[in-house]
């Protein structure tokens, strides 16, 4: 078919579709019920599908849905973990008398945040920040604490003299009850000076060739030192008589005389339950035991350091007895690399004269047990107050356990192990002039604490114990050997 114009091929056009209108039209009114089944069948076919789509849609949505809903739990669970934990320490030191009033606004915001807000990461921020402002409470209330300790430290000073003359090198103790707490020398002028906390004292001046000096009931007072000066007189001469045969002590195999020491296990009744101990008791008041406190390095040690076993170091100091000394880094702790076998307490070596670990930095304000050259021990609440005693040994180790035969462990000092695992514990104590070496089985150190105060001291402090616990007595190991030790406290037989 040919066309000549553009009119021709729009006529063409326009008559073949009405042509193809009226054929559709013929066809659905000759199958219009078809047709219309057809339509239908579309229809719910599209519906179908459309259905089939939403539905798969909220399944992904739901699958979505459930992941975050198990993140949330596992996020809730941790921050109540956290929070429950916080809850706790603020109730540990308020009972500790720290007022914790700065956070209750802080700590009402927190519990908001997780238990009305659920915003769990923003509590768990907020969680670190009140512990953190909570641990400052607590350096804070400790500062106070040391701060009145040594503000209640006032003293005693005087002069020491003979028919007016100054006396020099004269030993000046201070006691209570039994027990020395201070002791110092007078100096060229006579004159001396000696630091002890507000009370009712004994005070002793001796000195060679003179009568000793006693004087009761001298009361310190708070921000006032008390004065006394002391007079001695010479002692009369002494009428000279035969010299009796002296018997031999009973010995064995290095041990001191019964008379003065013992060793005993027993059973142990205490509040926190029944323990087996170990334990040695010293009579320093006699005279006749003197303590040597040792170390295997020569000075200062930070890492490799030598150790010795306990019955090493009581071969070389010819001690009948002893036991290990303060908490060290064993080189079986993996977090003890690089400091193996140190120690960071302070610890006076008597065979040596010099005083370990006295420039670290660490453990000026920790207790310390000193002994003079007869043996007779004193214990210092702080270790930075011993250079106004004379002494030839000296531990110091933590925490103090006993103090004037009361409690003063503060169990938040403690580390885990210290206040949940069962194990050896040790402790040196004091009751008058008799020294306890302790070692009690299958405690905790709050559990040690309750068994010195069963045993009625009057001081108390704790020293290393678990796998490096050793006891000797007579050269015989009672507890141990144990690991091999840095330093240890002995006894030796004048």
């Given at each position: 078919m040919k066309f000549d114009t553009w009119r021709q091929v729009t006529y063409y056009i326009g008559m073949t579709l009405k042509e193809r209108q009226i054929s559709i039209l013929k066809f659905l009114q000759a199958n219009w019920f078809r047709v219309c089944f057809y339509f239908v069948f579309l229809v719910i076919l599209l519906s179908f599908g459309k259905c089939w789509l939403d539905i798969r849609d909220y399944g992904n949505k739901i699958t979505k849905s459930d992941k975050v809903l198990v993140a949330d739990q596992k996020a809730f669970k941790k921050v109540v973990a956290e929070y429950r934990q916080f809850k706790a320490k603020v109730m540990d030191y308020k009972s500790q008398g720290i007022d914790t009033t700065s956070l209750d606004k802080k700590t009402a915001e927190i519990k908001e945040s997780i238990f009305v807000k659920g915003d769990y990461t923003d509590a768990s921020k907020e969680i670190g920040l009140a512990t953190f402002e909570l641990e400052k409470l607590y350096e804070q209330r400790q500062l106070e604490i040391k701060a009145a300790?040594?503000?209640?430290?006032?003293?005693?000073?005087?002069?020491?003299?003979?028919?007016?003359?100054?006396m020099t090198n004269a030993t000046i103790s201070v006691y209570s009850g039994t027990t020395v707490i201070g002791s110092v020398k007078s100096v060229a002028s006579g004159e001396y000076s000696i630091n002890v906390p507000i009370g009712t004292y004994k005070v002793t001046c001796s000195l060679a060739g003179y009568t000793t000096f006693q004087k009761s009931e001298v009361a310190v007072v708070n921000v006032q030192t008390t004065g006394l000066d002391i007079t001695l007189t010479k002692a009369p001469p002494k009428p000279v008589v035969a010299?009796?045969?002296?018997?031999?002590?009973?010995?064995?195999?290095?041990?001191?005389?019964?008379?003065?020491?013992?060793?005993?296990?027993?059973?142990?009744?205490?509040?926190?339950?029944?323990?087996?101990?170990?334990?040695?008791?010293?009579?320093?008041?006699?005279?006749?035991?003197?303590?040597?406190?040792?170390?295997?390095?020569?000075?200062?040690?930070?890492?490799?350091?030598?150790t010795m076993s306990l019955a090493s170091y009581a071969s070389r100091n010819g001690a009948f007895a002893g036991i290990n000394g303060t908490y060290f880094c064993p080189k079986d702790y993996a977090s003890c690399a690089g400091q193996v076998n140190s120690f960071w307490w302070k610890f006076y070596n008597s065979r040596l004269g010099i005083m370990i670990n006295a420039t670290n930095g660490k453990g000026a304000m920790e207790p310390f047990f000193i002994f003079d050259s007869m043996g007779r021990a004193s214990y210092l609440s702080h270790w930075k107050d011993y250079s106004s005693y004379d002494f030839t040994a000296g531990i110091s180790s933590s925490p103090g356990l006993i103090y004037g035969g009361v409690s003063v462990l503060n169990n938040s000092t403690l580390d885990t192990k210290q206040r949940t695992v069962k194990s050896n514990r040790g402790a040196l104590a004091l009751k008058g002039q008799i020294l306890y070496a302790v070692i009690a089985k299958g405690a905790t150190v709050p559990d040690l604490t309750s068994v010195l105060l069963a045993l009625g001291v009057d001081y108390g402090l704790n020293i290393d114990g678990g796998g490096s616990s050793a006891m000797l007595y007579k050269g015989a190991y009672k507890v141990g050997p144990g690991r091999s030790l840095p330093n240890a406290v002995l006894f030796v037989e004048n």
């Amino acid at each position: 078919m040919k066309f000549d114009t553009w009119r021709q091929v729009t006529y063409y056009i326009g008559m073949t579709l009405k042509e193809r209108q009226i054929s559709i039209l013929k066809f659905l009114q000759a199958n219009w019920f078809r047709v219309c089944f057809y339509f239908v069948f579309l229809v719910i076919l599209l519906s179908f599908g459309k259905c089939w789509l939403d539905i798969r849609d909220y399944g992904n949505k739901i699958t979505k849905s459930d992941k975050v809903l198990v993140a949330d739990q596992k996020a809730f669970k941790k921050v109540v973990a956290e929070y429950r934990q916080f809850k706790a320490k603020v109730m540990d030191y308020k009972s500790q008398g720290i007022d914790t009033t700065s956070l209750d606004k802080k700590t009402a915001e927190i519990k908001e945040s997780i238990f009305v807000k659920g915003d769990y990461t923003d509590a768990s921020k907020e969680i670190g920040l009140a512990t953190f402002e909570l641990e400052k409470l607590y350096e804070q209330r400790q500062l106070e604490i040391k701060a009145a300790e040594e503000a209640k430290i006032t003293g005693i000073t005087g002069k020491v003299t003979s028919n007016s003359a100054p006396m020099t090198n004269a030993t000046i103790s201070v006691y209570s009850g039994t027990t020395v707490i201070g002791s110092v020398k007078s100096v060229a002028s006579g004159e001396y000076s000696i630091n002890v906390p507000i009370g009712t004292y004994k005070v002793t001046c001796s000195l060679a060739g003179y009568t000793t000096f006693q004087k009761s009931e001298v009361a310190v007072v708070n921000v006032q030192t008390t004065g006394l000066d002391i007079t001695l007189t010479k002692a009369p001469p002494k009428p000279v008589v035969a010299a009796k045969p002296k018997s031999a002590p009973t010995t064995s195999s290095g041990s001191a005389s019964t008379t003065y020491t013992s060793y005993s296990r027993q059973s142990v009744k205490a509040s926190a339950g029944t323990f087996t101990v170990d334990i040695m008791k010293l009579d320093l008041g006699s005279g006749h035991i003197r303590v040597i406190t040792d170390t295997a390095a020569n000075g200062d040690c930070t890492n490799n350091c030598p150790t010795m076993s306990l019955a090493s170091y009581a071969s070389r100091n010819g001690a009948f007895a002893g036991i290990n000394g303060t908490y060290f880094c064993p080189k079986d702790y993996a977090s003890c690399a690089g400091q193996v076998n140190s120690f960071w307490w302070k610890f006076y070596n008597s065979r040596l004269g010099i005083m370990i670990n006295a420039t670290n930095g660490k453990g000026a304000m920790e207790p310390f047990f000193i002994f003079d050259s007869m043996g007779r021990a004193s214990y210092l609440s702080h270790w930075k107050d011993y250079s106004s005693y004379d002494f030839t040994a000296g531990i110091s180790s933590s925490p103090g356990l006993i103090y004037g035969g009361v409690s003063v462990l503060n169990n938040s000092t403690l580390d885990t192990k210290q206040r949940t695992v069962k194990s050896n514990r040790g402790a040196l104590a004091l009751k008058g002039q008799i020294l306890y070496a302790v070692i009690a089985k299958g405690a905790t150190v709050p559990d040690l604490t309750s068994v010195l105060l069963a045993l009625g001291v009057d001081y108390g402090l704790n020293i290393d114990g678990g796998g490096s616990s050793a006891m000797l007595y007579k050269g015989a190991y009672k507890v141990g050997p144990g690991r091999s030790l840095p330093n240890a406290v002995l006894f030796v037989e004048n």
